[in-house]
Every structure is written in C-alpha cells, then in structure tokens.
C-alpha cells in the first residue's frame, strides 16, 4: 500500500517516471524476448505500490548531505523534510516490502527500520542545525524507541550479529551499511560479526555477493547474479571495521569486473562473467564511488 506523506497529501512514491509522475501500471508483453532471450518482457513495475519505509530515510539522508556540503536550499525545502519525518515517527512500526522491493507479504526489515531511524537523526541535524520548527520531542521519543526495538528483535538469538528481518535470522546485504549511517560503530563486535557473516554466507564465487540467499523468493522468477552495489558496500563496512588493506583487495578484484566500455550492470553473473540487469546501472556506480572515497579516506 503506498503511503503519503500526510501534512501535504503528497505521495512518496517508490518510482517516478522521468517527468515526476507514476510510471504505467506493470503488465508482460507477450511473443517478446528480451535481450538473450530473456522473458517476461515488462512494461511498468509493480512495486510502485509498495510501502518501502527506508525510502524516507534515504531523502533525509540526501538531503542532509546537501545541507552539509553548503546547499541553501533548506529552509524552501524543510516543511517536506518535516513532514517526512512526522511520517517516519508515525509509521515506523509497520513492515514494508524492503529495498529489495520483495513480492511478498510485508515485514519488518531491518534495514528499513535503520533507516527510518537515520532519517529521523538527519531531521533532527537539519532542526537544530537551522533553529527551524518540527516536533522535536516526538523525533527524539520515536527514534530512541525505534533503536532500542532494532538491538533487542534485529539480531540473532545469541546476540552476536543483525539478521535480515525480525523473526528472521537470515542475511542480508543491506545490513553492511548499518555503520554507514551511524547506527552502531564499525568497531562494534556485532557489526564485525555481522559483515564476516555476510561474506561468507552471501559470496559469490569469491568475486561479488548477493542480495540475500538464494532460497530467498523474492517473488519474481528466475536466478539473479550477484549485485555490484552489494560488493561495494562490503568494501566499505571492511574500511569501517578496520580492514582497509582487505577492502583495498576486494576493491580491485571488482575492478577487474567492469564491462568492456568501463562501466557496471546491475548484476553479474560470476560463472559466464556476463554483466546482467540493466546496465549501466546507476546505483552500481554510486557504490563504485562511495567504496572508493571510503578507501580514500585511508591513504
């Protein structure tokens, strides 16, 4: 179910065609193949109607970034910003379908849940750091309350490391940017545990990972390779833990991986060595760059 973001009425939609409105109602082209025979061909995508939680926290994220880097535009900006942070500390109990946009009932995934905290934390920055209005109280409340349920159903049974959803204690590679936003310190033995969890449960051929383990359905047919931006944000989390030289390596292995014109797919299929999904693909390159400012910052 979409949700809006109430003060404005104004949906906070998953996907936006080019022009800022809904994209067409998902349907399969039928006597089409796709590129190598690939099938079904699509039109649209169904998970414009789902509740994704995290995406909320990713534009509080974003635009805090913005701000902190001398964008003026805030304070235009802050009754949307304001208004998706009431959002976060309204909705933050329900589950959602993911980053993963999985097609299934909703849960309670933890890395929507991190986010919705993050967001909430950049709300709060954004606040204070522009003396602007907002229920600071009810950001603080929800946001305490969010994390304390996070450290207490987000982890495994023996409390050792994140697992991918309440109830759940299966991976994820999402769990790797949990430091990233500043939810737990790389040097946190749970995040430890949790990153050396996810490279070994999650690799793939020794090059990339997945998304999640493969009797995981997400809904849609098919094998997926592994995900460029999932290797990258290992990258990362091997920085924050304290492994610069182990990220360095990996880093380059992915290197090695580039398409023919230096650039990278969604996916990749480790045993043909094909780039698969749409390519170039534009979140692959964010962690390309994001991993290699994170090994930047080491040198």
């Given at each position: 179910?979409?949700?809006?973001?109430?003060?404005?009425?104004?949906?906070?939609?998953?996907?936006?065609?080019?022009?800022?409105?809904?994209?067409?109602?998902?349907?399969?082209?039928?006597?089409?193949?796709?590129?190598?025979?690939?099938?079904?061909?699509?039109?649209?995508?169904?998970?414009?109607?789902?509740?994704?939680?995290?995406?909320?926290?990713?534009?509080?994220?974003?635009?805090?970034?913005?701000?902190?880097?001398?964008?003026?535009?805030?304070?235009?900006?802050?009754?949307?910003?304001?208004?998706?942070?009431?959002?976060?500390?309204?909705?933050?109990?329900?589950?959602?379908?993911?980053?993963?946009?999985?097609?299934?009932?909703?849960?309670?995934?933890?890395?929507?849940?991190?986010?919705?905290?993050?967001?909430?934390?950049?709300?709060?920055?954004?606040?204070?750091?522009?003396?602007?209005?907002?229920?600071?109280?009810?950001?603080?409340?929800?946001?305490?309350?969010?994390?304390?349920?996070?450290?207490?159903?987000?982890?495994?049974?023996?409390?050792?490391?994140?697992?991918?959803?309440?109830?759940?204690?299966?991976?994820?590679?999402?769990?790797?940017?949990?430091?990233?936003?500043?939810?737990?310190?790389?040097?946190?033995?749970?995040?430890?545990?949790?990153?050396?969890?996810?490279?070994?449960?999650?690799?793939?051929?020794?090059?990339?990972?997945?998304?999640?383990?493969?009797?995981?359905?997400?809904?849609?047919?098919?094998?997926?390779?592994?995900?460029?931006?999932?290797?990258?944000?290992?990258?990362?989390?091997?920085?924050?833990?304290?492994?610069?030289?182990?990220?360095?390596?990996?880093?380059?292995?992915?290197?090695?991986?580039?398409?023919?014109?230096?650039?990278?797919?969604?996916?990749?299929?480790?045993?043909?060595?094909?780039?698969?999904?749409?390519?170039?693909?534009?979140?692959?390159?964010?962690?390309?760059?994001?991993?290699?400012?994170s090994l930047g910052s080491f040198d």
């Amino acid at each position: 179910m979409q949700r809006t973001i109430e003060q404005h009425g104004t949906p906070l939609a998953v996907l936006y065609d080019v022009n800022g409105a809904a994209p067409p109602p998902e349907r399969n082209i039928e006597g089409v193949d796709g590129y190598r025979g690939s099938r079904p061909v699509r039109v649209g995508n169904a998970a414009d109607g789902q509740f994704q939680l995290d995406v909320y926290g990713e534009l509080l994220e974003c635009v805090s970034i913005c701000d902190s880097m001398g964008d003026d535009a805030m304070r235009a900006h802050w009754p949307h910003m304001r208004a998706a942070a009431d959002f976060i500390a309204a909705h933050w109990q329900e589950p959602d379908q993911s980053i993963w946009e999985m097609r299934s009932a909703p849960r309670h995934y933890v890395h929507s849940k991190v986010m919705a905290w993050a967001g909430l934390q950049r709300a709060l920055w954004l606040k204070r750091r522009h003396d602007l209005d907002g229920d600071e109280e009810s950001w603080v409340n929800q946001a305490e309350a969010l994390r304390q349920l996070v450290l207490r159903r987000g982890v495994s049974a023996d409390g050792s490391h994140f697992i991918r959803a309440f109830d759940d204690d299966r991976l994820d590679a999402s769990l790797l940017l949990l430091a990233r936003v500043g939810f737990i310190e790389g040097s946190d033995e749970r995040f430890i545990n949790t990153v050396d969890a996810i490279r070994k449960q999650l690799d793939e051929g020794g090059v990339a990972l997945r998304r999640y383990p493969a009797e995981i359905s997400d809904g849609l047919q098919g094998r997926e390779g592994a995900f460029f931006i999932c290797s990258f944000w290992l990258v990362e989390a091997l920085v924050q833990t304290g492994r610069p030289r182990e990220a360095k390596e990996f880093f380059e292995q992915l290197l090695q991986r580039k398409g023919e014109h230096g650039l990278f797919a969604e996916e990749f299929d480790t045993r043909s060595g094909q780039h698969l999904g749409n390519i170039p693909q534009a979140f692959s390159h964010v962690g390309l760059i994001n991993a290699a400012l994170s090994l930047g910052s080491f040198d």
